[in-house]
């Protein structure tokens, strides 16, 4: 694996496998147990918003995990403001925090109030999406090979990608997080060009992370997750 970037929620790898094991591992990011509100019982709500859109909203506010929760563990939190303004995820508290604090959940004006309960459990991307960790996906890596008079064009808008000169060609590595061949393509085509894409072995993957979990932790536990479907498959194949 040949690491391309990382951020605080992201990171960029380029790895030499298959299409179809790298698809693999991205359904399997689906299959991991992250937690998210899904119970609410509103007992006030003053805001415009129907109950069942104050619910949905606070399903999608990812939470922190806890490394000790297990299937079947309940946790509880509670909202309650009488403030004007934004209601905001940082209003939440109970037994979880929430990643990010300035996320909207309605709007109050003078006098109205908002007051609820709600309770969080561990489930799965598959079963609905407030349950999932993050997004995973990849392209190739590939080699484009150009007109030499769109050099300083390309070096110009992606000054990070190697280019090398070949007669009156170039050859440009798009092996980078910012994909090259769409802006090369788009060129060719204006200027009545031909242009050559060649597939590499490798991938360029992204994970992306939803703040539960960093996107390391995606990658392993959905790769874990896989090895333990395929062992289940093997022994009843036996």
Same mark, same amino acid.
């Given at each position: ?6 951020? *605080?929620?992201? #990171? ?6 298959? @299409?179809?094991?790298? /698809? %693999? $591992?991205? =359904? ?73 604090? *300035?996320?909207? #959940? ?6 109205? @109030?908002?007051?609820? /309960? %709600? $309770?969080? =459990? ?90 539960? $979990? ?25």
């Amino acid at each position: 694996m040949r690491l391309i970037n990382k951020k *605080n929620e992201k #990171i960029i790898f380029g790895a030499e496998i298959g @299409e179809s094991l790298a /698809n %693999a $591992i991205r =359904r399997h990011v689906n299959e991991i147990s992250i937690a998210a509100i899904d119970e609410v019982e509103i007992s006030k709500n003053d805001s415009p918003l129907y109950d069942e859109t104050i619910a949905h909203r606070l399903g999608l506010i990812p939470l922190k995990m806890e490394k000790s929760l297990k299937e079947g563990d309940e946790k509880k939190l509670k909202l309650k403001t009488t403030k004007e303004g934004l209601v905001l995820s940082k209003e939440l508290k109970g037994d979880f925090e929430v990643v990010y604090g *300035n996320i909207p #959940i309605t709007l109050l004006k003078a006098d109205q @109030e908002m007051n609820l /309960n %709600a $309770i969080a =459990r561990l489930g799965r991307g598959k079963e609905h999406a407030k349950f999932s960790p993050g997004l995973m996906f990849y392209r190739n890596n590939c080699e484009i090979v150009l007109d030499k008079e769109f050099l300083n064009e390309i070096r110009e808008n992606f000054p990070g990608n190697k280019i090398k000169e070949k007669g009156d060609k170039i050859i440009i590595e798009d092996d980078l997080e910012r994909p090259v061949v769409d802006f090369c393509e788009g060129w060719a085509i204006k200027n009545n060009k031909k242009v050559e894409v060649k597939d590499k072995n490798e991938l360029v993957v992204t994970i992306e992370s939803f703040g539960q $979990i960093s996107p390391e932790e995606i990658l392993k536990k959905s790769v874990d997750i896989l090895k333990k479907n395929l062992n289940e498959v093997s022994k009843k194949l036996k």
